[in-house]
């Protein structure tokens, strides 16, 4: 028996308004923070919660550090003198600078701490690879490793992805240090082996430039409400911007599509929520996580019970959590799994990165919710490969019933979730994130250990 009523669950397992609300998304094209084709997807978003039945459904604006992609370039000299420049080579990272810079190509390998330790990048360009070591007991972020190599003395960065295709992946580097110190563009795993290789040869010299704009512009986050008029809150969130080289289909129109339907689910059982439910698909998440910072300096946040944050759900029907030791959020989903006898993949690291650590950071019980996947890292994601035709509307069904009910559970009135103070927060992060955050200009807290 579970909580949500029979026809809720069946409606969910044959809807397709999720499935509608992606492909409007995926099909505007670019919906980079700050550009049109992010305020036409927000639009989108507020069209469907009014559709569904929402009350206090609104458009938020905000401004942010906007970031606009010129041209990137990589040559190498000598023996090996090659130049690349077309977008399945090499691409700009957002946050970047303008610039050009030459200097000797220094690979760190995975981009491990150690690895930056051994290497002599003082005046020289660091290249690094997407992927992290199986056996490396956390996700090795890209922000982590070009906060590495400024530290370490580089010049340059260049980010080889993994990922075979012909695919440079893209991702922010400048967060809240915008633009970044240096130079720094994505390559192919292709463009990055050719490399490799002719590094081995002896010193490889190369001469990195990129064309990029930095200025300010305007965001914006979607919010709608369902359920009792109470002070506390339950917010379901996502992000509505995805990067300007793909559409953006799993990270992160999935995600919000999936939002779209659980409102929809929620709305059904209005009168049986005893907690008022919140919808927030923010704007500029991959450019530095600004819409939901900026929700969380509006909000209340001892009244926020709970933040469950869907990114990167959609890839497969398996449920996957990273409940950041809030050992509450850890149970609703086990809890849920079990009431719909699914398996479920967890991760309990606390990470800086999704939309959900705007609250995590401030003590906030939150969930980076997502699905799980075969591939190492990212996969398709921050690249061109990000596309509709490798989603499928069935596993949408499935992860619409899990997160719905996690919502709908979440919103009992005697469910618990213990907020923790700043300090112990602090204190749970991991080393190399504490690096990342302080280098990129995004430490939340007073060293004087003052919380």
């Known amino acids: 028996m579970t909580k949500l009523p029979d026809s809720v669950v069946g ?3 044959t809807s397709s308004f999720h499935w509608d609300v992606l492909e409007d998304l995926v099909d505007i094209g670019n919906r980079m923070a700050g550009q049109e084709g992010e305020r ?54 957002p946050g970047t600078p303008s610039g050009t810079v030459e200097a000797e190509l220094v690979d760190v390998g995975y981009g491990r701490l150690e690895d930056f330790a051994d290497a002599d990048l003082e005046g020289n360009v660091a290249m690094a ?5 199986a056996d490396h007991d956390r996700r090795l972020h890209r922000m982590e490793k070009y906060a590495s190599a400024v530290d370490a003395g580089a010049v340059g960065f260049v980010f080889r992805n993994h990922v075979e295709g012909c695919l440079p992946a ?20 292709e463009v990055g082996r050719r490399l490799l290789r002719h590094a081995e040869d002896g010193e490889l010299t190369v001469e990195l430039g990129v064309d990029a704009r930095n200025e300010p512009t305007d965001s914006v986050n979607v919010v709608g409400e369902v359920g009792p008029d109470t002070d506390e809150v339950v917010l379901v969130t996502s992000h509505v911007d995805a990067h300007d080289i793909a559409e953006g289909a799993n990270d992160n129109g999935a ?21 008022r439910v919140r919808f927030v698909p923010f704007g500029s998440e991959e450019i530095g996580l600004q819409g939901a910072s900026h929700a969380a300096a509006t909000l209340d946040l001892e009244n926020v019970k709970c933040v469950i944050n869907l990114d990167g759900a959609g890839n497969s ?135």
Not at 129 to 133: D, G, K, N, V
Not at 172 to 177: H, L, Q, R, T, V
Not at 406 to 425: G, H, I, W
Request: charged share 30%; proline share 4%.
């Open 11 to 13: 409606d969910a397992h």
């Open 255 to 275: 995600g919000t599509a999936l939002v779209c339907e659980i409102a929809r689910l929620l709305k059904r059982v209005e009168d049986d929520l005893e907690t």
């Open 170 to 189: 893209t991702g922010e580097i400048g967060y809240d240090n915008r633009p970044g110190p240096i130079p720094a563009v994505g390559v192919s795993r």
């Open 317 to 451: 029907r398996t449920l996957r959590v990273n409940a950041n030791e809030f050992d509450a959020v850890a149970t609703l989903f086990e809890e849920v799994a079990d009431e719909y006898d699914v398996p479920l993949e967890t991760d309990d690291t606390i990470s800086p990165h999704g939309d959900q650590w705007a609250f995590v950071q401030e003590g906030v019980p939150a969930s980076m919710t997502s699905s799980s996947s075969d591939s190492s890292g990212r996969g398709w994601g921050h690249t061109h490969a990000d596309t509709l035709d490798k989603l499928d509307v069935r596993d949408l069904r499935e992860l619409s019933v899990l997160v719905a009910s996690a919502a709908f559970t979440a919103a009992e009135a005697d469910r618990e979730f213990p907020q923790r103070s700043r300090e112990e927060t602090k204190a749970l992060l991991d080393e190399g994130y504490v690096q990342e955050l302080k280098i990129g200009g995004r430490w939340p807290y007073d060293e004087t250990g003052d919380e």
């Open 129 to 133: 690879s997407s992927e992290t070591p």
């Open 40 to 93: 036409r997807g927000a639009e989108r978003v507020k069209a469907a919660f009014e559709e569904v039945g929402l009350r206090n459904v609104a458009l938020e604006e905000f401004e942010i550090d906007g970031w606009w992609r010129g041209n990137a370039v990589l040559e190498t000299a000598r023996s090996h003198a090659e130049t690349y420049d077309a977008d399945y080579q090499v691409i700009g990272l």
